[in-house]
């Protein structure tokens, strides 16, 4: 692969496109200015929306395309039917190698039953997931899955960890990440056999990674790991609750604050301060789920996304193929299942 | 029974017992003057500071015991070795007929084994749910089940449903609660299997309450329902995370008040707000997690709660008592598995 990325952006997705998409690229573009964009989408809207990013219009190409998939589309309509949208056109450049890695803030569901169905999973990862990045008193965490598969296995757990560590790794920058399995309780008998035989696992191979055991709900704010592991059932409800209840104290605060003049008073010395700390759990620093385990980087920008959250999602993409995840999964996973690579031979000498 | 209720109390369960066990039992007294205590433990322990309470040891009887279970006793060995503990005899009071209800704030998984085995569940329910509050955006919600059942049948959840809806009616005084399953999305074809058929069945049963259908995990917080069912894995993840998320805000917004002259100004200001914000999100008025669905009141207070807190405890086992729970139950379960008696025919009538 060239050192000229190329990111197919599906510009009919999310509430606001194709103008953040495009607004979002050209952020993006600030910081990787040599990366170059496919935009999968209407051409009539698109177009005047690019002569105003004159810079951004240099390094771009649009493809041309009236259909999308809309964020009622069911996936199984969007695999029935989605087939010219400018999702799958935008998914299918990174299969056809056209592109290095796709963004969409488009439908969820639809996206990862397309990027399933066009793009598979690598051999040795059965399933993929949704990771993203939840706010820590020491930083960030990556949670993985968040609602990919309801149900999983030890071995999917096993699969999501190495993903999970590796992404950590190539964009947040963790160095040997620690990973906990989402569980209710620390010690080793509690909860489900598949979470009991996962952490043997865990704790037996040998992965670029540290195994941190079992971890309760509180435990993911506290920034106890860099990694969380979980099923999608309980990644997408304990991702929410923690959304939920940050809104409730922000809430809550707003109201201290509105309820005498003093109150008000104390508003204005600390808004600086408070400005802040709403940055800190802005939840477009927090942008752009990942799908792991498919053979192409492909980020989930939020549907409700400004540019700034869409820029972010496209860097994480960036990160991604720049610093070399897919050969980095590749090769762990391999590594996991004992393939005989150079990997595992480093590793035993 | 008697209007003269009677409290069982393990006086030696939870942190600092028996100190706020007794302490808390007084604090409940000045709500309820007239209720009785047993008080399950060590006497040279207890006698002492129940001589420094005279209001209280007016109205409380000491059965002594040194017998105790810790926070590290495994439910198995509670079971086991546990006959003699104060936990065990304060439970057994209630099954004797010699109180009505019993609070402890020991060991949760012992506290459950125990009021398992000695109280049984009452027919037609399968298995006794944990239930606690969550604040909200609109006051406060009862979520079920918290940890006792890691995977739940369809039954198990309409059975919570029920229960929970009652407790919601019987101790918060909401008329007709509303009930939400909590999901992965609000879709009915959402979910697990499980899910989906309990959604059928409380959809289709004449119940005393509102179902509300799916929820996700930001919902909670939102108070977008006054009753949350869930299985025992991903309320007691969701409530530990928004418990955890709770407390990262608080950090933060300490931080952001220390970070600047003119911010800790606006701190002293606001602070008679900020200490109302303190109080509403304080844990303690939402203490007393609560064992639904079992023959007896049995009421789990925080091991590491103060007096306050046990109080808080205390008055909701006193609540559930006088306002008619256990026969609500059985009346309710009966008519949710069509039993021919008067409630069924009147409200079919």
Redesign the interface.
């Known amino acids: 692969m060239s050192d000229r990325l190329t990111i197919a952006l599906d510009a009919m997705g999310g509430d606001n496109a194709p103008e953040i998409v495009l607004r979002g690229a050209d952020i993006a573009r600030e910081r990787y200015p040599d990366v170059r964009y496919l935009i999968f989408g209407d051409e009539s809207a698109i177009e005047p929306l690019l002569a105003t990013l004159p810079k951004l219009r240099e390094r771009a190409e649009i493809r041309h395309t009236t259909d999308r998939i809309t964020s009622e589309t069911k996936p199984s309509a969007a695999l029935r039917t989605g087939r010219q949208s400018s999702m799958w056109l935008a998914v299918n450049a990174v299969r056809e190698g056209q592109a290095d890695a796709i963004v969409s803030a488009g439908n969820t569901g639809a996206l990862m039953a397309v990027a399933k169905f066009v793009l598979r999973t690598p051999k040795g990862v059965d399933r993929p997931a949704i990771a993203g990045l939840v706010?820590?008193?020491r930083g960030e965490c990556t949670m993985l899955d968040l609602?990919a598969n309801?149900?999983c296995d030890t071995e999917n757990l096993v699969q999501f960890a190495v993903m999970g560590a590796l992404f950590s790794k190539v964009v947040l920058g963790v160095e040997r990440p620690s990973v906990g399995l989402?569980n209710?309780g620390a010690e080793e008998l509690k909860?489900?056999e598949v979470l009991r035989s996962a952490a043997g696992r865990l704790r037996e191979t040998e992965l670029p990674l540290k195994f941190a055991g079992f971890i309760?709900?509180?435990?993911?704010?506290?920034g106890a790991v860099d990694v969380v592991v979980?099923d999608?059932?309980?990644g997408?409800?304990?991702?929410?609750?923690?959304?939920?209840?940050?809104?409730?104290?922000?809430?809550?605060?707003k109201?201290?604050?509105r309820?005498?003049v003093?109150?008000m008073?104390?508003?204005?010395?600390?808004?600086?301060?408070?400005r802040?700390?709403r940055l800190?759990?802005d939840p477009r620093r927090y942008n752009g789920a990942v799908f792991l385990g498919l053979n192409g980087v492909v980020v989930k920008s939020h549907g409700g996304s400004d540019a700034y959250g869409f820029g972010n999602a496209v860097c994480v993409a960036i990160d991604m193929q720049r610093n070399g995840f897919m050969t980095g999964m590749r090769s762990e996973i391999e590594r996991l299942y004992g393939g005989p690579g150079p990997q595992a031979e480093a590793i035993a000498g």
Chains 1, 2 share one sequence.
């Open positions: 706010p820590t008193a609602g309801l149900e989402l209710v909860g489900h309760e709900g509180n435990d993911i704010a506290k979980t999608g059932f309980t997408n409800v304990a991702l929410k609750t923690a959304e939920g209840t940050a809104q409730l104290c922000a809430g809550f605060l109201e201290s604050f309820s005498s003093l109150a008073g104390g508003y204005l010395l600390a808004r600086g301060a408070l802040k700390l800190r759990l």
